[in-house]
């Protein structure tokens, strides 16, 4: 009688110890689970944050343009006045300054002059108002500029008006 006591016990220790282990199985793999939607959850949020970051540059550049592209008008007389013939010399002086200044502060936020003459007709920068046949120039050659262009990075805000030859 004994002997069915202990293989009674036996019994319910196995049975104790099975419960046991698939209570303790059952909280791993609850674990796991909770571990794999926070890995997925820190990469969504991180993929956010990359998100959220590349549109807050995209909005800067686009609003820089707009705010550029506003002074390009300004920028363009001034370059006009400074070239007029003047006979007073110290307001002279002054315009250049006023567009060394302004020229200053577009290519210190990054606003670039788009290099032409002598250049390669690039349709992405420049706009062909007129075409002409020169035969010291080369093969869609730049020949003149009428209006200046400008971009920011590899942004075009105003696409240069050019003359091409041949």
């Known amino acids: 009688m004994e002997e069915n006591l202990e293989k009674q016990d036996k019994k319910e220790e196995i049975q104790e110890e ?7 199985s059952k909280i791993e793999q609850e674990l796991e689970d909770t571990t794999d939607r926070l890995k ?3 990469a969504e949020f991180d993929n956010y944050k990359k998100r959220s970051s590349k549109e807050r540059e ?5 609003l820089l343009a707009d ?22 010399e110290s307001y002279k002086q002054g ?5 060394k200044q302004f ?3 577009f290519n210190s936020v990054g606003v670039k002059e788009i290099e032409c ?27 003149e500029v009428y209006r200046k262009g400008y971009q920011i ?14």
């Open 103 to 105: 020229t200053d502060v």
């Open 117 to 143: 003459e002598g250049k390669t007709f690039d349709p992405e920068l420049h706009e062909a108002v007129s075409s002409i046949q020169d035969e010291t120039l080369g093969e869609k050659e730049i020949k």
């Open 95 to 99: 315009i250049e300054l006023v567009l």
């Open 58 to 62: 995209s909005l800067y550049s686009s």
């Open 18 to 24: 099975k419960l046991e282990n698939q209570e303790k």
């Open 40 to 42: 997925r959850l820190m």
């Open 153 to 166: 990075g590899n942004r075009v805000i105003r696409h240069a008006m050019v003359v091409v030859a041949n």
């Open 67 to 88: 705010i550029a592209s506003s002074f390009l008008p300004v920028l363009d007389n001034l370059e006009k006045a400074v070239n007029v013939k003047t006979e007073d």
